[in-house]
């Protein structure tokens, strides 16, 4: 199946996708509900889409099109009371973060669809072990050459991303020392990591996509688990190394920021990307994963070390006016206040400690989605 | 010389337990079919085999360990209910009242049409109420299911047992109060022993998670803290002639929502509750004769097939409006079938007040031979046709 086209949308337009977490009430544990919960879901109009994942204790939710945080905020806000309603009346529990602290995935089950059943045949265990909740960031592309600049453009500010949405340091009812572990299980794919340095759709399209597309190996832009992928028949880039935050607060807002972080990108003012910004990629985002806001990263200009917490409150100041032409102040006002406060990886710590058991964490982010605490 | 006939006597129940461990093994992994119905079987053969052998008393040690094993599972039920959602979602306790009574009254008229006394046809309706937890909990663990069938299925349980307890209790109180004349006696028989039986494991409930907490050690030693006082629980009230059904099962309600966080307790209680099951099934049918069992056969497969299309048509009615679809709203029904381990419990407990139900009610031997066999296949069957069981 040949590459789509490319179909160009408006520039700066933000849509979000979230996946999230099905918790039974008894255990705390992941429990393999979202049949049911599609079922009920499927009988009244949902102010948004829901979708299946690949195992059946996760859904995956995406709100519509949006230019405005008000307005992306506000339809977030009614997908979430919408989906806590109809888990109470199922007796589930629904919630944020990358992992879950303590679910084994050999106790998971692929939900009943051909792609999930061929994902799972190809990769095995690596399938289940995908039970790992993301926030997907799409944003609108004039054309495909703008959606690849814009994608390299962005490595550099990846791990602002990463650290600002750490929400898993859990794993296997451990500590991993990790603020976003999420990460590591997207890393075991073999199309993972990041996509090839190529600044030209035709290029893209003919040079790359074709060539792959002939070695048998991919079959569609969906094979691509990149941490940004362009998304031609949306005519987006979509940003996917985001942890399902706490709250669709925190999601709307990172959604934002990446929205102002490109109407500046677009402005052509920084040095073009390049190859070698590469050279410090991986580097960068396992500082990101590990540390978090405390993270050290190089600048793959000037090969200067960055304390990640500063590098991105620098970037916020200098996002103000582009976002305040969007609308989305109030976005960066709320990341501000989690360089300060610490990010959701630091809140579920504080839950662990206080709880003194990893169902407590759950129980907490459970509550935490609900917005009720 | 050592005596062959007390040596037999003292190693009957371990090797009994160990065949049908062995068996049970053996079955599953050949037929899929649940572990438990084949501990039953052979629990009643090696009962019929050698009467003498599987003698029990109501304070032997055996019917102890196994109302510890049935303490465990109750406790472990309890923990799994959340009385929150039968608030939210109020169709599923609806569901659970009208199959509940329903049972008891097509019952009690099934029983009365076949011309057994009043009081008897009571006591058989009451015991028809109930659900098992051993067999239903014993078969989502084994299965590893989840799911509304899973989740709908424990709630209901739940209300079963602590229904059938109640109208089991009031009725036998009036058994007591008919055949001693004594107002007094006959209320200590069911409505203390009910309040005080509920009361003392709501109490354990609250106290347990609260030294635990102290102790900061949860997340360590809840499973350990919490199977310790289960068997103090059944031991006091096998001692005060109390509840162990209710006191178990209060105690795990209220340990789940006093906490204010959450520990996994093993589900099963692991090895050890694993092999307290064993010995319970086998205990639970080893108190049946053959006798009873084709005396009252007849009576049993029309009550029981009765019991099953009541229960499935009334969980089936409300499945809808509770939010899941008409298939799974019947499969939960069908998979409420097991009842025998709980009935046999119940009766045992009632024989210090001097009434051996078992014999009067033949059809309740049948029942539960048939539905120790029978129930927990019909669960598991369930589960797997739901689509909520680990199997893909």
Redesign the interface.
Known sequence: MPLETFNGGTPLTMGVELELQLV??????L???S??LL??LARKPFPGNVTPEITESMIEINSDVHTRHSELLAQLHEVRDTLVT?G????IGIAGGGTHP?QKWV?R??F?KPRFKQVSQLYGYLAKQFTVFGQHVHIGCANGDDALFLLHSLSRYLPHFIALSASSPFVQGGDTLFNSARLNSVFAFPMSGRAPFLLSWDEFEHSYFAKMEHTGVIKSMKDFYWDIRPKPEYGTIELRVCDTPLTVERAAALACYLQALCAYLLERKEEPPAEDDYLVYNYNRFQACRFGLDGTVVHPKTYESLSLREDILTTLRKMDPYAEKLGGTAALNHLMQVTHMGSDAQYLRDQFNA??????IV?AAVRRFRGRM | MPDFLVISAELAWPLAVLLAWLAGEFIHRWTKLPRISVYGLVGFLCAQAFPDLFMTEGSSPVTLLANVAFGLILFELG????L??LR??PWVPVSGLVETFATFGVVYLIAHLWGLPSMTSLLLASLAMSTSPAGVLRVINEQ?S???VT?RV?HLVAMNCVLAVLVFKVIVGFWVFQTSGSLTQAISHSLIELVASALLGAVFGMVVPAVL?HL?T??RDGTVAFALVVVILVAITHAADLSPVLATLAFGLTARHRR?????TVRNFGAIGELMTVLLFVFAVSTLSWNNVLFGGGLAIVLLLARLLVKTVSVAAFAHV????WR?GILTGVALSPMSVFVVLLLEQTKYAGIVLVDELAAVAAMTLFMEVIGPIFTQRALILA??T?Q?
Do not use: M
């Open positions: 039974s009430f008894s255990d705390y544990d429990t393999a509900s049949p049911d079922h009920l109809a109470e009346q199922l007796n303590f106790e089950r692929i009943e709880s003194g058991s990893v169902e407590g129980d | 923990y799994r209910v959340n929150h959602w939210i979602n590893r989840s799911g509304q989740e424990l907490r900061g949860l997340s204010v966080a959450f520990t996994r509770g939010g899941i679809p799974k689509r909520e680990a893909e």
